[in-house]
């Protein structure tokens, strides 16, 4: 039967090759969303010829894993592997002791290991295939070795499977004109997996930032500098919250109220301050930030998140705003608790020793945040790094300043003056 292997009648939208002019295709996903088969079938794509016998587009392939038994085991033996995806009569033979798939036209397929860069000095190629790039203990040396050696025929290409990590080398193909991107989480690949499987793994990570990278396929960038580290952040979650003290709602309004505004932060904060303040701990509740085209838009989402939580008080910032922001508040709800503070010490210096609380383990973060710390991974004490303004961040600072370092006292509290009630 020839349906199985005719793979653009079924294949999903990200595990097709784009169109157009590109010397590497990244397929980033979560863990089971077809990346494996994606690229066995794209080598099929380019060895094939319209008869067996017939050559294809490509005759030296290299297919390179994080080693030569994951190389061997994944990408030709695998499930999804090249023998398993090619029809009986295309089906390539294995040569263990050179470690080479060789087809019925001719065409060769070598295996190499991404920890082993001198390997691929030498050989030369016009099609790669590169499985879970971001594993390798020596991306660069080896990338760097393929790319010299990517070289036959008119039109030299290179496919890269992998789930996204924090590496350099990834970071930067990403940004280079010549390369393009489709993406996928696991969920997109849910017919062909256990549906136990999926539960599972939903119920264990979703909302988490390993959930975010190993099931949604998401590149969590970090700065080397970064105040919180994703390590940092990770060891913070927590799924149940016990009954807290106070709850506040912090907002970092935008500079200015339209379309190419930067987003207002609005996020919730709740704080347990039962025995000393030095056993006090904070939770971090929810990422309520908005686009905000008008102010009356986040003064009201910040109204909304007030009621959901019933919290205390929304705190904001009014350096940009002044009057402007209790104003818009009390518009919609005259009589909503409100306080406004303002800084006179940049966002770095604010942030320094609301991070101090999160190294000594007296911040939980619940799931469902991973904007806010995306940006978290991007404030260093030199500034943000991150693209537009740190609003999330902000406002987070302000609420944890607020239920914590205030009422202890100020110890390391930044130069804060408060205007509210």
Known sequence: MALPYLFEAWALDHQLPPAGDWRTWVIMGGRGAGKTRAGAEWVRSMV???????PGRAKRVALIGETYDQAREVMVFGDS??????????????????????????????????????ALRGPQFDAAWVDELAKWRKPQEAWDMLQFGLRLGDDPRA???????????????????????????????????AASFLDEVKTRYAGTRLGRQELEGVLLDEEEDALWSLARIEATRCRDVPELDRIVVAVDPPVTGHKGSDACGIVVVGVVTQGPPQDWCAYVLEDASVSASSPVVWAAAAIRAQARWQADRIVAEVNQGGDLVETVLRQIDPLVPYKSVRATRGKSARAEPVAALYDQGR???????????????????????????????????????????????????????????
């Open 48 to 54: 094939e010829g319209a008869r067996a016998s017939q």
């Open 81 to 118: 592997g090249l023998l398993a995806c090619s029809p009986p009569d295309r089906r390539p033979k294995w040569s263990a002791t050179r470690r080479t798939l060789v087809w019925p036209n001719g065409a060769e397929a070598t295996v190499f290991s991404g920890n082993d860069p001198e």
């Open 159 to 193: 496919v890269v499977t992998t789930t996204p990590r924090n590496v350099g080398l990834l970071k930067a193909l990403l940004q280079r004109a010549s390369t393009v991107t489709t993406h996928a989480p696991t969920e997109a690949n849910a017919a062909n997996l």
């Open 363 to 421: 911040v939980k973060h619940m799931r469902g945040l991973g904007d806010l710390e995306d940006q978290m991974t991007q404030m260093t004490a030199q500034g943000y790094q991150g693209q537009g303004s740190p609003d999330r961040v902000d406002a987070l600072v302000w609420a944890i300043h607020e239920v914590m370092i205030l009422p202890a006292g100020g110890a390391g509290q930044p130069r804060i003056r408060t205007l509210g009630r």
